[in-house]
């Protein structure tokens, strides 16, 4: 099996190869040579376009020598999968535990890489003591004020991208009731965004969800949110998209472009800050086909819209989260689990190489 693999991988990369030869005769000056496009990972190719090429990482993977290769060529820009987490970054009110944090920091700055603080507010990965019967609306805004400033204090200058909230909208497109909508109320939102602010004035400021792809009333909740937001003048300067997709068919591009347009409109950034997408565990070619070119459109999208980072969750397959919480499902970075790239790795990068 992974002899074929290997096999269609050069079978792959050769395509591709000469398919940009052939465009070479038809233009006078070709932009890259075949060695460089053969040779150079996702990064070197994102940086000639404008775009950071991400990934979600955790620190027990820093260990894995050949993944942190994947990640080191590939990659300017990187997520802690869960180290940022409250519950793991602030298990208990005097408690900070910033040892995993620091070395995923470290490494980022080693290697001239961006890092994602992901995430401030969340309604999951919560620790206990947040909250308890009777916590009042001024007690708990005061805790997850306390919390962004000493986190984002702590990391002032070396985090530079923070979701701030995560995941504020229900999938039936009304605002999640979490802890922090069922104490404080609405305004939660705008709260962590002036706490962010507050903290380091620098930072980009990003509110994050998933399903919110596409034009769709939860797409349509969080642009009203965010319009609101943006009319008050609370800082926030950027949306983050997740795209945890099923890849057994294809997403409406168009009006994926429709919907990061109105967004760009109110002056925000846009990023694709969780990409994979997934199939069925017995995938076919036919599957990393379309997977292939779901990830290339989406990547020619963001070239032309103009989105600042293309943040997949995870490079490989061996270690992404979606077999252990979509049974049946697998598959669905852009290397496999031998390491390998796959299709997708290919198209993504024909698509960074070929658009200007
Ligand atoms: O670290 C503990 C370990 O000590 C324990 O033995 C084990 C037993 O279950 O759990 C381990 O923690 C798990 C953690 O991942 C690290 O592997 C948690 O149970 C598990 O819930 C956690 O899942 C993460 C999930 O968020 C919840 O935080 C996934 O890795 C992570 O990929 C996923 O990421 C989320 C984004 O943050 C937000 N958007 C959706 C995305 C996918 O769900």
């Known amino acids: 099996m992974g002899k074929v693999k290997g096999l269609l991988f050069v079978l792959l990369t050769l395509l591709f190869v000469t398919s940009c030869a052939t465009d070479k005769k038809a233009n006078v000056k070709e932009e890259f040579d075949s060695a460089t496009i053969a040779n ?24 894995d020598e050949k993944f942190v290769e994947i990640v080191k060529k590939n990659c300017n820009y990187i997520t802690p999968e869960n180290e940022f987490k409250w519950e793991n970054i602030h298990p208990s009110r005097k408690v900070y535990n910033f040892k995993k944090t620091d070395k995923l920091v470290a490494f980022a700055k080693e ?67 979490s802890i922090w909508q069922l104490i404080i109320g609405d305004e939660y939102i705008e709260h962590a965004f002036k706490c962010a602010y507050e ?41 983050g998209f997740q795209f945890h997709l099923d890849g ?17 409109k109110l002056g925000l950034d846009i990023q694709i800050t969780e990409l994979d997408v997934r199939l069925p565990k017995n995938y076919s070619e036919v599957d990393l ?45 852009i290397f496999d689990e031998q390491y390998n790239p796959k299709p997708a790795y290919m198209k993504l990068k024909e698509v960074l190489v070929k658009s200007k």
């Open 248 to 264: 057994r068919w294809e997403p409406d591009y168009v009006s994926i472009r429709a919907n990061f347009e109105r967004f760009k």
């Open 199 to 239: 903290a380091d004035p620098n930072a980009k400021l990003y509110i994050n969800d998933y399903n919110i792809e596409d034009i769709n009333p939860k797409s349509n909740k969080l642009y009203e949110i965010v319009k609101n937001l943006v009319a008050k003048k609370v800082p926030i300067h950027g949306v």
């Open 289 to 333: 086909n379309r997977q292939a070119k779901i990830y290339g459109e989406l990547m020619k999208i963001m070239l032309e819209v103009k989105g600042s980072a293309f943040i997949m969750w995870g490079m490989t397959d061996k270690y992404s989260w979606v077999p252990s919480f979509f049974s049946g499902f697998g598959g669905a970075l």
């Open 40 to 63: 150079e990972g996702l990064k070197f190719f994102g940086e000639k376009r404008g775009i950071y090429i991400g990934t979600a990482i955790t620190e027990g993977q820093l260990n």
């Open 111 to 177: 290697n001239n890489m961006k890092i994602r603080g992901h995430t401030l507010v969340w309604h999951s990965q919560n620790p206990y003591w947040i909250a308890k019967p009777g916590t009042t609306a001024e007690e708990l805004k005061e805790t997850m004020k306390v919390h962004i400033s000493n986190v984002m204090t702590y990391y002032k200058g070396q985090v530079n991208d923070w979701d701030v909230v995560n995941e504020a909208i229900a999938d039936n497109g009304e605002l999640r009731e």
